[in-house]
C-alpha cells in the first residue's frame, strides 16, 4: 500500500470511529433521556439486546423499556474501546451507574454497529454486570 492509501484507509477509519463514539453518546443520552426516536431511526428492526439476566428484549420491548425512563441517578463510562472490521464494529464500554435504588454498580456493554447503506446502525446490544 502507498502512503497516499494508507492515508487515505486512516482517514477513513478516523471518521468512522468519530461517528460511532457520537453514536454511542446519542445512545447513552438516548437512554437517559428516554429518547425512543432516537432508538428508533438507529436500531434495526431484528436488533436484540441481551440483559445481565439472560433475558433477550426484542427491539420493540427494548422501546418499550425505555420509554419507562432509567432506572439510574447517575451513568458514566469509564471506558470505552472501539473495533472497527470493514462494514461492523463493536463498542465495548466499561461504566459505572448508582441506581435510583441509590445502590452503585459496574457493568460491560457491548454493541455491534453495521453499516448498511452508508449508515452505521446498532443491530444488537449485549449488558454484562461486574462483580467487584
Given amino acids: 500500500m502507498t502512503d497516499a492509501q494508507t492515508a487515505t484507509v486512516d482517514s477513513a477509519q478516523s471518521a468512522d470511529e468519530a461517528e460511532l ?9 438516548s437512554y437517559l433521556e428516554s429518547d425512543v426516536d432516537w432508538y428508533d431511526r438507529v436500531l434495526v428492526d431484528d436488533y436484540t439486546c441481551t440483559l445481565g439476566s ?4 426484542s427491539k ?11 432506572d439510574t441517578e447517575t451513568f458514566s463510562i469509564d471506558e ?6 470493514g462494514d461492523a ?17 459496574r457493568g460491560l456493554y457491548t454493541d455491534t454497529y453495521v453499516r448498511i447503506d452508508g449508515q452505521w446502525r446498532c443491530v444488537a446490544a449485549n449488558l454484562t454486570p461486574l462483580r467487584d
Avoid: K
Fill in 89 to 105: 464494529a463493536l463498542l465495548d464500554a466499561v461504566t459505572s451507574w448508582v441506581g435510583t435504588d441509590g445502590i452503585a454498580g
Fill in 60 to 70: 420493540q420491548e427494548f422501546l418499550e423499556e425505555t420509554a419507562e425512563g432509567p
Fill in 80 to 85: 470505552l474501546n472501539i473495533r472497527i472490521y
Fill in 21 to 29: 463514539r457520537n453514536l454511542n453518546d446519542n445512545y447513552v443520552r
Fill in 54 to 57: 439472560g433475558q433477550v428484549l
